[in-house]
């Protein structure tokens, strides 16, 4: 099983580009000529005033206005794996953001230490998380000396073009490139000879660090 990693800076921008459209779309539900909401530190909107108007509901100065976005204020529980090198700076940014985190037990790989990171909050962040730091994947490839796989099986390239992409170029699950090659060259080939595969599929984690 290989790790693909995702740079604490890259979960941190996508937070920060997620927030900024979240904002954006509150804004647009402001009345025009009001003032701008209050923002407080975990981005948060309060009406700064009473009667204050918010997409057709009136508020008393300091309540916090509801979340446009349905889907992206449900309460999502979910977990990820972390480096335990970056896991302070994890649970700070996300507690900066409505969503609470707390760290399982670690354990060693590939020369560091990372742990489950276990999150509940706001399905808008939680649910971009597991979008970038997905539990696990797996990709169909060549069976071959060196690549990790679970049970292999023998087919053909034609099987796999009927299973796998039976109307268009576009696979419907993920291929690796060069076995991805294999089957293009054979779909483009005039003289379609039976081709002889062993494929199998390797299984990927990903981890914040």
């Known amino acids: 099983m290989s790790t693909a990693i995702i740079s604490f800076a890259t979960i941190e921008s996508a937070i920060a580009e997620s927030n900024k459209k979240a904002r954006a779309r509150m804004m647009d539900l402001v009345d025009e000529g009001q003032v701008e909401p209050t923002w407080d530190s975990n981005g948060r909107a309060h009406a700064p005033c009473d009667n204050y108007i918010f997409d057709g509901r009136s508020y008393a100065g300091g309540q916090y206005l509801h979340d446009p976005d349905i889907a992206g204020s449900a309460i999502v529980k ?19 953001n409505m969503v609470s985190a707390s760290a399982g037990k670690s354990w060693e790989a590939d020369g560091s230490v990372r742990c489950y990171l276990y999150v509940q909050g706001p399905g808008r962040i939680v649910n971009l998380l597991t979008r970038m730091v997905p539990a696990g994947d797996r990709i169909l490839v060549l069976a071959k000396e ?64």
């Open 78 to 96: 979910a977990k990820i794996m972390v480096n335990c090198a970056v896991i302070d700076q994890m649970i700070a940014l996300l507690e900066s």
């Open 146 to 209: 060196g690549v990790e796989t679970g049970k292999t099986w023998k087919t053909t390239l034609g099987k796999l073009k009927s299973k796998l992409c039976p109307i268009t170029f576009e696979p419907y699950e993920s291929i690796e490139e060069e076995l991805l090659k294999q089957l293009y060259n054979w779909i483009l080939s005039a003289n379609k000879k039976t081709v002889n595969v062993e494929v199998g599929y390797a299984y990927i984690t990903s981890c914040v660090s």
